[in-house]
């Protein structure tokens, strides 16, 4: 059974700059979830989807966004990037809103 | 307080001791309980979950919760090197809106 997928496994833009993020889920799971992990820090939440849907979200501005399509992959974009969104940004996804989610490899995100 | 909090370590123990990590949450109508591990570099893998009082052991792993305590724990036995990371207590808080990491233990497990 194929894990959750990210794309790309390494960008880079420059301040200003908009950048895409996109994970499909394990087959059959509904949720994904977006984590940021900067360097040495804890895994911070910023989105929850489900059946489509946007379920909740972190402490982070509205430059951050995403959707979910049909198939329950999703994408996360992020506008007007700053120095301070350089990070690891990860995608899990899982059964429902109880059960444990399970990780992507994460794409490293760099603004130079 | 922080809604879940775990002693950043390191924690050291001699390979094939008892590791002991420990997780509390602030959230009392929590209703499930993760522990992830996390090499440096790569992405938290799925350890261990348990959703009950009590003890849930998996192998060389076990998960203890008490929500009396707001209070779980993880306790790896016969600690290998490759057991060293960086371990993530995570709780689903009340309804299952969010899940909350913590800040991670690492262990260090010596040869």
């Known amino acids: 059974e194929a894990g959750v997928t990210q794309s790309p496994t390494h960008l880079i833009k420059t301040r200003g700059q908009q950048a895409t993020l996109r994970c499909s889920p394990i087959s059959g799971h509904t949720s994904v979830y977006w984590y940021q992990q900067a360097l040495g820090l804890g895994l911070q939440f910023l989105l929850w989807y489900d059946e489509g849907e946007e379920r909740n979200r972190g402490n982070f501005p509205p430059r951050f966004s995403g959707r979910q399509f049909p198939n329950y992959s999703s994408e996360l974009n992020v506008n007007a990037l700053e120095l301070e969104d350089s990070a690891l940004y990860l995608c899990?996804?899982?059964?429902?809103?109880?059960?444990?989610?399970?990780f992507g490899d994460g794409t490293r995100l760099s603004i130079l | 307080q922080k809604e879940v909090e775990q002693n950043s370590g390191p924690l050291s123990v001699p390979e094939g001791a008892i590791a002991s990590l420990n997780c509390t949450y602030s959230?009392?109508?929590?209703?499930?309980f993760f522990w992830y591990r996390q090499y440096s570099g790569k992405s938290p893998e799925l350890i261990m979950f348990i959703y009950s009082n009590g003890d849930k052991e998996d192998g060389r792993f076990t998960a203890q919760l008490n929500k009396a305590s707001q209070y779980v724990s993880l306790l790896i036995r016969d600690s290998q090197p490759s057991d060293s990371a960086t371990y993530l207590c995570?709780?689903?808080?009340?309804?299952?809106?969010?899940?909350?990491f913590g800040a991670g233990t690492r262990l260090f497990v010596k040869a």
């Open positions: 995570a709780v689903s808080n009340t309804g299952g809106f969010k899940t909350i």
């Open positions: 899990a996804s899982s059964l429902g809103r109880v059960q444990p989610q399970h």
């Open positions: 959230d009392r109508g929590s209703q499930s």
